[in-house]
């Protein structure tokens, strides 16, 4: 079992950054990949980015070369830095966490957090 923690959500205007964190506890960080997924109001759960247990890294398209997801084993804490933030990126966002397999598809996640609000005003 692997429990999730995000925090670092809020207000920020656009082009502002945020950082968001999740915080696993339970079953062997070391094993887990983590991602970060987001759902604004009225559309699907998407995905934003992952990284594996080797920290090999993937993202959505919409938010390469501005988001950054990173993780610290030591702290058992993933992270996802968001630069150049748009309103198009609010949403709440959750972490989500596979055991030896990336996070990357909604449909195939073992453990969800319970999200964070991030909103982006214009």
């Known amino acids: 079992q692997v429990q999730l923690v995000e925090s670092g959500g809020g207000l920020v205007q656009a082009g502002g950054s945020l950082r968001l964190s999740c915080a696993a506890s339970?079953?062997?960080?070391?094993?887990?990949?983590v991602g970060w997924f987001r759902q604004a109001p009225g559309k699907e759960r998407e995905f934003v980015a992952a990284i594996s247990w080797t920290a090999t890294t993937t993202y959505a398209n919409s938010v390469k070369g501005r988001f950054t997801i990173s993780r610290d084993n030591a702290e058992n804490t993933v992270y996802l830095h968001m630069n150049s933030l748009k309103p198009e990126d609010t949403a709440v966002y959750y972490c989500a966490a596979n055991y030896l397999r990336m996070p990357s598809r909604t449909l195939d996640i073992d453990y969800w957090g319970q999200g964070t609000q991030v909103t982006v005003s214009s």
């Open positions: 339970g079953r062997t960080f070391n094993r887990i990949g």
